[in-house]
């Protein structure tokens, strides 16, 4: 998979606040790249500087091979955390303008504005003002100003604010169509379970560093733990317990006890599974037996605790 943008060691200081430490990251064409991080991280400040709003101190990001400059605008569709649209204006007049901002002729912005209307169900929306409008309704005219020029590179921060479940999905099945028509997209949230959903290579910056990034998959195999979720009927479930635990660690946290059914997650250390499932036998009928794989949360979690 080629890169479309490279960030290379980026450095952002506010007065003796150091917002960016050295950050570098490769996101590739094509991908859905989920940029996590607790609040205070970074991640605002290195979208801001993608997007050319402030500049980096030093490093450099490139695009496509070149160095980020001013006509790059124009291949950048940017989704802000904090919505801004201006209230008074009507709907329609205001995304006019914010497409021939982009480089869009009116006609061109006009047929664009009418496909996106009609796929999102909004056509009745156009005479509208902003201000008429629920934080819903002026969320999905935001996410169709930032699409509508057909941008290289989409930026999603927390896309998925101000929407019920219902728009979160539809908002959420056209990133996956906008993607499967060869746009790049940058996904910034808090909500883990959209990463899982949606991105296929994550990174994550805590406290102005990066310290993970890669394929989501091989994210999650570099922090499995050599746990098993396990599911096991017994007559002695004493004397099993006792056997497990000779050889084994058992997650406190994550038993259950129905009657002679088990259920448990086990960490095996060092020991592979087959001596696991070697005790396991000998005591009882195993109806479940799963290694255990890290969530996108179990992550986040561990790696921000840890610094």
Not at 239 to 259: E, H, R
């Given at each position: 998979m080629s890169?479309?943008?490279?960030?290379?060691?980026?450095?952002?200081?506010?007065?003796d606040y150091v917002a960016l430490n050295e950050v570098s990251l490769t996101v590739p064409k094509g991908s859905i790249y989920g940029l996590l991080g607790p609040n205070g991280a970074g991640k605002t400040s290195l979208i801001r500087i993608i997007n050319q709003i402030t500049l980096p101190d030093s490093g450099e990001i490139i695009l496509e091979g070149e160095k980020l400059q001013p006509k790059h605008v124009q291949y950048i569709g940017y989704l802000p955390e904090e919505r801004g649209l201006y209230t008074s204006m009507k709907v329609g007049e205001q995304c006019l303008?914010?497409?021939?901002?982009?480089?869009?002729s009116k006609a061109e912005a006009k047929k664009q504005l009418e496909y996106w209307?009609?796929?999102?169900?909004?056509?009745?929306?156009w005479n509208k003002k902003i201000q008429e409008l629920s934080k819903g309704?002026?969320?999905?005219?935001?996410?169709?100003?930032?699409?509508?020029?057909?941008?290289?590179?989409?930026?999603?921060?927390e896309p998925f604010s101000g929407f019920d479940p219902v728009n979160a999905n539809v908002i959420k099945d056209e990133i996956l169509a906008l993607r499967e028509d060869g746009a790049t997209i940058i996904f910034s949230t808090h909500r883990m379970e959209s990463v899982e959903e949606l991105c296929d290579h994550i990174a994550l910056i805590h406290k102005s560093n990066k310290l993970i990034e890669g394929k989501l998959d091989d994210v999650k195999r570099q922090f499995k733990s050599n746990s098993f979720e396990v599911g096991i009927v017994s007559d002695n479930v004493e004397?099993?317990?006792?056997?497990?635990?000779?050889?084994?660690?058992?997650?406190?946290?994550?038993?259950?006890?129905?009657?002679k059914e088990l259920k448990l997650e086990i960490q095996l250390g060092n020991a592979m599974p087959n001596e696991l499932l070697q005790v396991l036998t000998q005591r009882g009928q195993v109806?479940?037996?799963?290694?255990k794989i890290p969530s996108v949360n179990d992550i986040f979690i561990q790696t921000v605790s840890e610094k």
């Open positions: 890169t479309l943008l490279e960030v290379n060691k980026v450095v952002k200081q506010y007065g303008y914010l497409a021939q901002m982009k480089g869009l209307f009609d796929r999102l169900g909004i056509q009745g929306w309704m002026a969320q999905k005219i935001q996410f169709v100003v930032c699409v509508l020029h057909k941008p290289k590179l989409l930026i999603f921060d004397k099993l317990m006792y056997d497990i635990t000779q050889k084994f660690t058992v997650s406190p946290a994550n038993f259950k006890s129905l009657g109806t479940h037996f799963v290694e």
